[in-house]
């Protein structure tokens, strides 16, 4: 048995989850997969197995027996099935596309689909949960000073509508700055307490370039306060950055972050709590209950109701003397929490998320002209530079407790290309130099491009040629938290184009746009830093044409084609709470609505169709002691031209009703999941699984 921590291989984690999803239709952690020992092929797959057998879900120990007993009498069997398996991941995992033009028309086409998919009350993009996001705002930051003045309005407003409501809910750590991990409501109140490197990095960048474009001092004190959090709470004696810190204290959900009035009252003395509770919206009342733990008193997220300014405003303050008498406040509040129990700190170093933050701090200091984030960007790159490499120079991946291991992914080189480049251009705006970093940058975007160059079609693997534990060397280029390596490493090859002024890194960045192409046409959102490379190669006058012609690129836009949108399927829930008790199941009916041009693969896909499709699927996860049935509608018959048998699909708007059981004690943090794969006429888009914004209570 061997346990992997994903954030230390995560290609293996790419690679046995794809499988993974392929044969269930679902994926989630832990993640269980059985291998065949020659070429570690997956032969079985499936996620929380239980202790004992419960509801039809056999235990761990008989899945084992089963298997063992299935090996030794149907083993040639297995290996089909694994060789199977494999095919089905290296088709998703490691296809290369034949190129097809793309231009102009699939930036807009991003934009719109963008734009289509915000939401004007409360920012970001669909619905609950929400994520931050900031690789869509990036794209926006760039694109926004091509369109018209109504284009730029509509962008203009999709930005800050987004980073306001961000920074001012709960999603923001109030009293200790930066970022959690995504909020499980619409308006960023309360959320996944987990607190993430990737994530600090990419806010604090994206923070200081709206700063800049917009001339907002908020969200400049944002951006400094997320590098502020790091430093003090994620920075190695070394210099270099751990990876997170964990959601949970003692099993209870964000406790080092929860107030009550009366600890506001404890800490602050009344006026200065009746000040806080107004502020920060405690007066209006409880807005988080732990659901694993419902005999608890209700406390609070601490969130802002509006701008600071706005807040100020209707108290009849400056905007000056209103941050003065919270920041004092603040660090009252601190300290107090500092006497809490503390949550775990993950203090694994990761070479590409010190990548995203090294950037981040460089981004802010150049914003700012504050040189304390630029030095602690060029300390944390000396340290990687110096003690995370082997013996024959070549980058490793992680580093923990003086030992430094692993040989670094594509993303940890293209992560560290663009923060050593961010580096450069911040230390030049301080009146440094920004040589030594410039030159690192260089060499590391010439080692990626041995390392991991696909020199036939100009794209990029995401690991190293020759690994012996991968049966796929895969090729990712979708955006997920962290945009991909591929997308990050076109864009610095774009910067070092026009810094250095030398041709070899305009060619590369030509070449893998092209073999990014398909995926772009495919997807201009799914893939949507990519799309932002293309729309600055196109900005910069780079021949692109010439260089579909030479890829014999298929002809790029029609006119028949689905427009591409953000999310083809909304998922909504009838209520946002419901109560689950042992004697009495509680029931909700969830709403889905598939865009026109779109349907989704059936429950029952159809007989013939199960290998090759992942069907609508209901499930819990993150928790134990609790079972979904669901009532899933009939499919309507969708028929393929060449292809015998047809495909049962749903489409339009439908309900889906389901029940929710205890099945024994409840523990962890069960959440509702829905998995589905949307299709149009022309392609089936990825599967997706999505939390719903339901909070469970269990009740005896």
Request: charged share 25%; glycine share 8%; hydrophobic share 40%.
């Amino acid at each position: 048995c061997i346990k992997v921590d994903r954030e230390e291989r995560p290609d293996i984690d790419d690679i046995y989850m794809a499988a993974t999803q392929a044969m269930t239709g679902r994926g989630g952690w832990p993640m269980s997969v059985w291998l065949e020992p020659e070429h570690l092929r997956p032969f079985y797959c499936g996620t929380y197995f239980p202790p004992t057998e419960r509801q039809g879900m056999p235990s761990f120990k008989q899945v084992l027996l089963g298997i063992a007993q299935v090996w030794d009498t149907k083993r040639a069997d297995i290996l089909t099935q694994s060789e199977s398996l494999a095919d089905a991941v290296r088709e998703q995992l490691g296809e290369r596309e034949t190129p097809v033009v793309v231009d102009a028309h699939e930036v807009e086409a991003a934009t719109a689909a963008l734009m289509e998919n915000f939401d004007p009350t409360w920012g970001g993009f669909g619905g609950a949960p929400k994520f931050p996001q900031p690789t869509y705002l990036d794209f926006l930051l760039a694109v926004r000073e091509s369109g018209d003045e109504t284009t730029r309005n509509g962008i203009d407003s999709t930005i800050r509508t987004t980073l306001d409501k961000m920074f001012i809910g709960g999603v923001f750590d109030q009293v200790g700055g930066g970022f959690h991990r995504y909020s499980v409501d619409g308006q960023w109140t309360v959320p996944h307490f987990e607190k993430m490197l990737y994530d600090q990095g990419q806010l604090a960048s994206t923070y200081a370039r709206a700063s800049a474009t917009f001339g907002d001092a908020e969200y400049r004190r944002v951006a400094e306060q997320i590098c502020g959090y790091v430093l003090r709470e994620m920075t190695s004696p070394e210099g270099a950055f751990y990876s997170a810190q964990d959601a949970e204290v003692d099993g209870r959900e964000g406790q080092n972050y929860l107030w009550t009035l009366d600890e506001l009252r404890h800490e602050l003395g009344e006026d200065d709590a009746a000040f806080a509770a107004d502020v920060y919206s405690v007066a209006e009342g409880p807005n988080f209950r732990d659901p694993h733990h419902p005999d608890e008193a209700p406390s609070n997220v601490l969130r802002l109701s509006a701008r600071p300014e706005q807040v100020a405003e209707r108290l009849g303050m400056d905007v000056q003397s209103f941050h003065a008498r919270l920041d004092a406040i603040n660090a009252t509040l601190y300290a107090a929490r500092l006497k809490r129990k503390q949550p775990r700190t993950d203090d694994k170093i990761l070479a590409g998320w010190n990548g995203l933050m090294i950037g981040g701090l460089a981004e802010v200091g150049a914003m700012s002209g504050d040189g304390r984030y630029v030095d602690a960007a060029a300390r944390a790159a000396a340290f990687i530079d110096e003690h995370m490499r082997d013996a024959d120079g070549q980058l490793l991946r992680t580093f923990r407790g003086g030992i430094a291991k692993t040989p670094a992914f594509f993303e940890d080189y293209a992560y560290l290309e663009a923060g050593l480049i961010a580096l450069h251009r911040a230390q030049r705006v301080l009146g440094e130099s920004g040589d030594a970093s410039l030159q690192l940058a260089i060499r590391l975007a010439d080692e990626a491009q041995v390392r991991f160059g696909d020199e036939e079609t100009g794209g990029y693997f995401d690991t190293p040629v020759g690994q012996s534990d991968l049966f796929v060397r895969p090729q990712s280029v979708y955006d997920g938290a962290i945009s991909s390596a591929t997308s990050v490493h076109l864009n610095a090859l774009l910067d070092l184009a026009l810094i250095t002024g030398d041709d070899r890194f305009a060619e590369r960045a030509v070449r893998g746009l092209v073999a990014t192409s398909a995926a772009i046409k495919r997807s201009p959102v799914g893939v949507v830093n990519a799309t932002r490379a293309l729309y600055r190669a196109l900005k910069s006058g780079m021949d692109l044409a010439a260089a579909f012609s030479r890829a014999d690129a298929k002809p790029g836009n029609d006119d028949t084609s689905v427009p591409p949108v953000a999310s083809p399927v909304e998922i909504f829930a009838e209520v946002d709470r419901v109560s689950v008790s042992k004697d009495e199941p509680a029931a909700l009916t969830l709403r889905l609505r598939v865009a026109d041009g779109y349907h989704i693969v059936a429950a029952d896909p159809g007989e013939q169709n199960e290998d090759f499709v992942i069907p609508l699927r209901v499930s819990v996860a993150g928790g134990t002691g609790i079972s979904v049935y669901a009532d899933y509608p009939a499919g309507k018959e969708y028929r393929v031209e060449g292809v015998d048998g047809a495909l049962l699909v749903n489409e339009g708007e439908f309900e889906l009703p389901i029940v929710l059981e205890r099945t024994g004690d409840v523990s962890g943090r069960p959440m509702i999941l829905v998995t589905y794969q949307a299709c149009s006429e022309s392609e089936c888009l990825a599967p997706v699984t999505v939390e719903l914004d339901v909070a469970l209570d269990f009740v005896n």
